[in-house]
């Protein structure tokens, strides 16, 4: 359905017509299509034309923009409805995004969750606290399946997943049971004999990265969030694990492409203003961390005038160093995001890139003394293009991926050491400091053997 | 339980122990223990001790070596045993990985799945069909819920997910019932009445980036696959659409490192050589494409003689350039793949880049005129530096950031419309181009305002 159908359905006011459409709509689909009317008249119409159990899904889907203005024109009543049917752990995640007279009204009309929701915004921004909700299903280990059965049935359906079960113990988690275990297992069976022991938790405070890791690493759909004294708080989804990772990925990525991270709107919905904000301040950075190659072309300018040749190799020089910088960076950067590296594992990775770097470096040598022979040499005849110039550019070559590949494995390693992120010693940053290194070898290296500048 | 442990009564044959042990940890903790006993003797005889109902799971969690050191030694019981218990999707997931003579013993092993594993192996490596599972339970719409509690309760606990379960008539999906509805509907409903009618389903041949981009959008657990007549075909699972978003992730990531994907082994365990292979490719090609720089550089060696002070600035206006074009890049490509930016809307991210880069270009060109007039002239005292200097290197830099920008948000678009992947047009590809731009817009500035070149 497009928007095209709406609006025309809207202005011959057939509101029969659009609820019956809206019923038969994933939420998720509605909650993407609302936002085109870009009139609140017509959104907040629209809105109220959604079937009743549905209304909180939509609502939960839909972008901050569109909540605040609904969340403005619900009476007290509708906010009401409309709390009540949403979960927690959604709910805490528009709180974080409204101003505070709007988050005033969402927190009066919570009524019993209100203490809930305070909970969790209590924890840390990137603890598993601050992500898990409180609805979950709690079943005692003496109930039997049909006990537990019967419980469920009469606590009805507002628990984020039901697929899984916690059995709990004067609030310890004893184990779990799925649904499955529900469906399949005789009325009689008890719960202890039935559940699983020893199920994998989280606590309150691990990081939400790890916590997301965890349920790729298990292939489950829920972990239970537990204090220091195994005590059961909450459960954290899969559909939050699933953001999390994304999440974390572009905020690599752009960290890797030298962007501040500012928003997580999509590409087309970001202004103008907001891309530049998020891209100058690396630029100018990295701009004027550039006057240290200035720097140390400039005291060799002599060296320069003498052999004019020796500049036509700056350019690759300097991007294969920040090529094999980069690839070494990027790919421990990933090892320890995914927890594949850990920092004990620094000189494991540092013997690894020094033999990888040597293999390339070589490789690259014998390939570039080739090409400067055949290509510079014969067929382009550029002139100055000696064997002792291709030597110094060989050589200088090898060296620089060695340390292009030294320094991009080692710098993101001591960055998470140290506590900070290790996504900012991608390339960008590894390439400034990669080219100010390839000069200095190409120059002495140059100075050592071209007789000409000795 | 670290491995010490597991030696110490292995060697004191306290197996009893070991079982015990086994029997309280996770399957998937104890797949990623096992492969510590590098001798195979160790492993084949740890994993006969591992608890019955666990070793599928732990076979199917294991690495690929270690599967086939089992399966080379399983007895025709053994493997069958195993084979009866895993799923459908992780069998065809290890049979790729074996090669022919074992793949060959666990397809005879296979039994009445094997017209089903060979169904998914037929899909094309890309496909939604390629990473479903034929294992659901399916319920038809006539059935009571009584009815489905019954059948699901015979046939057993070995279907994928009962956490969602469809019903079907004469094969074609109708709709969806959760383990939720079951626990708490009435035994007497009517499936047709309770069911979730429309859901949202993929197709067998969908490709299953956008497939598993579904699973975030719409925040399910498993998902219909169907033909084009509408029939039920499979079923994909969360976890898989979880692994294919994280590789996808790497896939990227090491594109955009100029790293030829070869491997998703963790990064300890590849070998140098591997990593070597991965690396070099793209490292040769950059070197030996940067010959075009080298022959601008030469073209204008004349200049460059005259006026020694331009080449100090060569790394800075090519490294921020190339940063430049790589923030678009990264930027578009992300958004490629995440189908937040579609190839039809090529003209409005146009459009924004040009006006971003107008924005960055202005304030790059503002600052670097000041810092040239300021640090490198009055502070660094560097000889040549001139208003005049100044003025060509910042005008070039405007240039240039608006060239990268609009090269690097163009290129991905266009190689995703040629059918190619927008990532290989990340940045390293970009830099090697913007080099060359950025080097032909300043010897072009140069000429035209510097008086000594005229």
Not at 16 to 22: G, L, N, Q, V
Not at 209 to 236: H, W
Not at 299 to 311: C, P
Not at 319 to 347: F, H, K, P
Request: proline content about 4%; overall charge negative; charged content about 25%.
């Amino acid at each position: 359905m497009t928007k095209e159908v709406f609006e025309r359905l809207l202005n011959e006011k057939q509101y029969k017509a659009i609820k019956s459409i809206f019923d038969t709509m994933n939420p998720v689909d509605t909650a993407v299509l609302l936002p085109e009317f870009e009139d609140d008249k017509s959104l907040v119409m629209l809105f109220r034309l959604i079937p009743k159990e549905n209304a909180a899904m939509v609502f939960t889907y839909m972008e901050p923009e569109q909540q605040q203005v609904l969340l403005e024109t619900f009476t007290d009543r509708e906010l009401k409805t409309i709390m009540d049917d949403m979960f927690i752990d959604d709910t805490v995640d528009i709180i974080e995004e409204m101003p505070a007279n709007v988050v005033e009204r969402i927190l009066s009309a919570a009524g019993g969750k209100r203490a809930a929701i305070n909970t969790i915004l209590n924890y840390p921004e990137d603890s598993a606290g601050s992500i898990m909700t409180l609805e979950y299903v709690s079943l005692a280990p003496t109930m039997t399946i049909g006990d537990a059965l019967k419980k469920i049935k009469s606590r009805g359906v507002h628990s984020e997943t039901v697929n899984v079960c916690y059995v709990i113990e004067k609030h310890k988690l004893l184990g779990t049971v799925t649904a499955m275990d529900l469906l399949i297992c005789d009325d009689d069976d008890l719960l202890s004999d039935v559940m699983e022991e020893n199920p994998i938790s989280v606590k309150t405070l691990s990081d939400k990265e790890e916590v997301a890791q965890l349920f790729n690493k298990y292939d489950v759909v829920s972990l239970p969030v537990v204090d220091n004294e195994n005590c059961m708080v909450g459960i954290v989804t899969f559909d939050d694990a699933i953001d999390v990772i994304q999440e974390e990925a572009e905020e690599d990525f752009q960290k890797m492409a030298a962007i501040a991270p500012t928003t997580d709107k999509p590409y087309l919905k970001i202004s103008v203003w907001e891309l530049w904000k998020g891209r100058i301040p690396w630029l100018i950075f990295l701009m004027l961390s550039a006057t240290f190659t200035g720097m140390i072309i400039s005291s060799f300018e002599d060296a320069l005038s003498k052999i004019v040749v020796l500049t036509a190799f700056i350019p690759m020089l300097m991007g294969t160093g920040g090529n094999s910088g980069s690839q070494a960076s990027v790919t421990v950067i990933r090892g320890l995001s995914l927890g594949e590296i850990d920092v004990r594992d620094i000189l494991r990775v540092l013997w690894k890139e020094i033999r990888v770097s040597v293999l390339c470096g070589v490789s690259l040598a014998i390939a570039c003394f080739v090409k400067i022979i055949f290509i510079d040499g014969m067929l382009l005849k550029t002139p100055g293009v000696t064997n002792n110039v291709a030597l110094v550019v060989a050589l200088t070559l090898c060296l620089t991926v060695i340390c292009a590949k030294v320094i991009g494995c080692v710098l993101p390693i001591i960055a998470k050491k140290m506590k900070l992120d290790p996504a900012v010693m991608a390339s960008p940053f590894i390439t400034t400091v990669v080219d100010g290194v390839s000069l200095l070898v190409y120059f002495g290296i140059a100075k050592a053997f071209l007789p000409e500048l000795m």
